[in-house]
């Protein structure tokens, strides 16, 4: 029997500090909602507005999984692991925090806002060696389709997550739909809805609205909307 859960996009948590607006999906700092802590593996998943010349001073992560997905403007990456790097949107960054690192994020820019999507996933390893990657996608390849940027294995399209799990961009137009079929039968898929609208299996989702779904081996996903833009992150259920 297929299991749904269904976040509404003005059901999440809020953060302004002023420098920094954040959406959160999941409980995260001072947002704590016990209906909330996690999707399976799926622990965080943040929708941030960073202002020009702001960011997050460097701090410390260990254990975890943390993919940045920039949506707009330019994202100054920097971490203990000797990494300096810019993201911007079509590209998709990951860090294994693992045994413990220190980074910083910054808006590059001193005349716009940076927006990103910060997702933090459990691995299924503890304490491995710390791991930095970041990829540039082409993106009219996600152009009615479900372009993988993110999978367990080295040798596939997109980044390395320490864990089973597939995440998949797609920009659709009005009326196009699709099936998702997903890697694995323990596995859940938790959908975002980034821009535009859709329904996904008879749920009918807006703008910033997050689904998820389990125990089933295929999603159907259909664009209520031109430039509809949609985020599917499969995880495993358990943690």
């Known amino acids: 029997m297929e299991n749904t859960v269904l976040h509404l996009a003005n059901t999440r948590g809020t953060a302004n500090h002023g420098w920094l607006e954040s959406n959160h999906t999941f409980s995260f700092a001072n947002y704590h909602n016990p209906e909330r802590m996690h999707f399976g593996v799926l622990r965080v998943l943040n929708d941030d507005k960073v202002a020009?010349?702001?960011g997050f001073g460097t701090h410390p992560h260990d254990n975890m999984e943390i993919i940045s997905i920039p949506l707009e403007g330019d994202l100054e990456h920097k971490d203990s692991m000797g990494n300096t790097t810019v993201i911007k949107n079509g590209d998709i960054q990951i860090m294994s925090a693992g045994t413990g690192v220190f980074h910083s994020e910054y808006n590059k820019n001193d005349d716009q806002l940076v927006k990103f999507l910060q997702i933090w996933v459990y691995p299924n390893k503890r304490n491995?060696?710390?791991?930095?990657?970041?990829?540039?996608l082409n993106k009219s390849d996600r152009k009615n389709n479900f372009q993988q940027i993110l999978s367990p294995n080295a040798t596939d399209a997109g980044v390395q997550i320490q864990q089973e799990a597939w995440f998949h961009l797609g920009t659709f137009d009005q009326g196009f739909s699709s099936t998702y079929q997903l890697n694995k039968n323990t596995n859940g898929v938790y959908a975002f809805i980034i821009k535009?609208?859709?329904?996904i299996?008879?749920?009918?989702?807006?703008?910033?609205?997050?689904?998820g779904i389990w125990n089933t081996e295929t999603i159907t996903i259909t664009a209520n909307s031109s430039d509809t833009e949609i985020l599917l992150m499969e995880v495993p259920m358990s943690l």
Not at 128 to 136: A, E
Not at 196 to 199: F, K, N, V
């Open 52 to 54: 020009a010349a702001k």
């Open 201 to 211: 299996e008879n749920q009918d989702l807006n703008t910033k609205d997050g689904f």
């Open 196 to 199: 535009g609208t859709a329904t």
């Open 128 to 136: 491995v060696t710390p791991k930095y990657d970041q990829i540039t």
